[in-house]
């Protein structure tokens, strides 16, 4: 067994993987089911800062993605799809897929969306029904201030989904605060439950644009309506995967106890960086450093499969590299829930060191040491 410490899926603690054995009843008659699936969804909308109404789907966090866009979509919508990284831009399937008119506001790949630069630009262009924006980009680490952006769309009138699968519970999102419409997330990031749920937290304002739809929604899978009034009817729109969902629950309590959740995430985030830039290594990013992922260039003198193999063959240790235009590129370290532990990342950084200097990086002194100088120095 590999210790995974890449963005995703995450390690996955005892307790979780426990919950995940408990004895099944009957998810569709059972009625106490019920209850226990809408308190998990109520834990959840809690710990993002809302009373909106969440639902968990039976599917990895892609299926969030689409089920927002299937439900939000009506053919001829105009859907602006803000793109500075992978997943961004990749919001325009989505919408196309179900009939929508995608349009791309490019940005700058490695800086933070110039928030103000939009502001600008919509006050010429803000005819659309929706607007997709990622939080954590993860195969470049972007983080996006999503606090201001989906207040400044709001005010024109204009929903959101936003893709925080790979910040949430690493990153702080308030989804009342920051006004967001529908809110995707994953089991398998810094939730740390194993990868195959996905859940959306669904504002009363995309509840009514679901509601007064002129065209069905063109999915049954991808269908957020389709659980419209489950608990009163006890009518699931499918077979629920309990035992999933007893996993997921297990992590969102061990979670709501977690009282420095966001300060470790920062303080470890922080850290990395610091020793990454220290140790000589370029991170990829000029600014939009998500405290749940580290992402550095790969030094000239070698290659991503030679830094990933030597880490995994010799030292058990996985991290990634990334896909698209960043295939080969970079390197990732996935700092995100159970793996933002000291007791996880000095050991990977320590082979990360060794591995780096092996294949003929000269590093500016080793990354575990200097990155447990800078965990000591933090300050929030
Ligand atoms: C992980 C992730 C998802 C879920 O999809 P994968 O199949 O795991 O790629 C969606 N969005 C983001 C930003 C993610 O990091």
Same mark, same amino acid.
């Given at each position: 067994?590999?210790?995974?410490?890449?963005?995703?899926?995450?390690?996955?603690?005892?307790?979780?993987?426990?919950?995940?054995?408990?004895?099944?009843?009957?998810?569709?008659?059972?009625?106490?089911?019920?209850?226990?699936?809408?308190?998990?969804?109520?834990?959840?909308?809690?710990?993002?800062?809302?009373?909106?109404?969440?639902?968990?789907?039976?599917?990895?966090?892609?299926?969030?993605?689409?089920?927002?866009?299937?439900?939000?979509?009506?053919?001829?919508?105009?859907?602006?799809?803000?793109?500075?990284?992978?997943?961004?831009?990749?919001?325009?399937?989505?919408?196309?897929?179900?009939?929508?008119?995608?349009?791309?506001?490019?940005?700058?790949?490695?800086?933070?969306?110039?928030?103000?630069?939009?502001?600008?630009?919509?006050? $010429?262009?803000?005819?659309?029904?929706?607007?997709?924006? /990622?939080?954590?980009?993860?195969?470049?680490?972007?983080?996006?201030?999503?606090?201001?952006?989906?207040?400044?769309?709001?005010?024109?009138?204009?929903?959101?989904?936003?893709?925080?699968?790979?910040?949430?519970?690493?990153?702080?999102?308030?989804?009342?605060?920051?006004?967001?419409?529908?809110?995707?997330?994953?089991?398998?990031?810094?939730?740390?439950?194993?990868?195959?749920?996905?859940? /959306?937290?669904?504002?009363?304002?995309?509840?009514?644009?679901?509601?007064?739809?002129?065209?069905?929604?063109?999915?049954?899978?991808?269908?957020?309506?389709?659980?419209?009034?489950?608990?009163?009817?006890?009518?699931?729109?499918? =077979?629920?995967?309990?035992? $999933?969902?007893?996993?997921?629950?297990?992590?969102?309590?061990?979670?709501?106890?977690?009282?420095?959740?966001?300060?470790?995430?920062?303080?470890?985030?922080?850290? =990395?960086?610091? *020793?990454?830039?220290? *140790?000589?290594?370029?991170?990829?990013?000029?600014?939009?450093?998500?405290?749940?992922? =580290?992402?550095?260039?790969?030094?000239?003198?070698?290659?991503?499969?030679?830094?990933?193999?030597?880490?995994?063959?010799?030292?058990?240790?996985?991290?990634?590299?990334?896909?698209?235009?960043?295939?080969?590129?970079?390197?990732?370290?996935?700092?995100?829930?159970?793996?933002?532990?000291?007791?996880?990342?000095?050991?990977?950084?320590?082979?990360?060191?060794? =591995?780096?200097?092996?294949?003929?990086?000269?590093?500016?002194?080793?990354? *575990?040491?200097?990155?447990?100088?800078?965990?000591?120095?933090?300050? $929030?």
């Amino acid at each position: 067994m590999y210790k995974i410490m890449t963005p995703g899926p995450t390690q996955v603690p005892e307790t979780v993987r426990r919950a995940r054995s408990f004895a099944c009843t009957n998810p569709d008659l059972d009625e106490e089911f019920y209850d226990f699936y809408k308190e998990t969804c109520e834990l959840i909308s809690s710990l993002l800062g809302t009373k909106n109404e969440t639902l968990i789907l039976d599917g990895e966090g892609i299926l969030g993605l689409e089920a927002a866009c299937a439900s939000l979509t009506e053919p001829g919508d105009k859907v602006l799809v803000i793109d500075n990284g992978i997943y961004g831009k990749e919001f325009a399937d989505f919408a196309s897929m179900y009939g929508g008119i995608p349009e791309l506001y490019h940005a700058d790949y490695e800086n933070t969306l110039d928030v103000d630069a939009l502001a600008e630009y919509l006050k $010429d262009h803000h005819d659309y029904a929706y607007a997709t924006v /990622v939080h954590c980009d993860t195969p470049s680490g972007m983080l996006n201030d999503i606090s201001r952006i989906c207040p400044l769309l709001k005010q024109y009138g204009i929903l959101t989904i936003v893709d925080s699968v790979s910040g949430m519970f690493g990153e702080r999102v308030c989804v009342d605060d920051f006004q967001i419409d529908l809110l995707c997330g994953g089991s398998q990031k810094a939730v740390s439950a194993p990868p195959g749920l996905t859940f /959306v937290v669904v504002s009363d304002d995309a509840k009514e644009k679901m509601k007064n739809r002129k065209t069905p929604i063109a999915s049954f899978y991808a269908n957020l309506m389709a659980f419209d009034g489950y608990y009163e009817k006890k009518w699931f729109p499918y =077979t629920m995967p309990i035992s $999933d969902i007893y996993g997921l629950r297990a992590a969102f309590n061990l979670i709501a106890g977690d009282k420095t959740l966001y300060e470790r995430h920062a303080r470890i985030g922080s850290a =990395t960086r610091a *020793a990454v830039k220290e *140790a000589g290594l370029k991170l990829h990013l000029q600014s939009g450093y998500s405290n749940t992922v =580290t992402v550095f260039d790969i030094p000239e003198c070698t290659d991503a499969k030679s830094i990933l193999d030597e880490m995994r063959t010799k030292y058990n240790i996985m991290l990634a590299g990334s896909f698209d235009e960043l295939s080969g590129k970079v390197i990732r370290i996935g700092h995100m829930g159970e793996n933002a532990r000291l007791e996880h990342m000095v050991p990977a950084l320590e082979a990360l060191s060794a =591995t780096l200097t092996d294949l003929g990086v000269t590093l500016q002194g080793n990354l *575990a040491d200097l990155f447990l100088k800078h965990y000591r120095e933090f300050q $929030d």
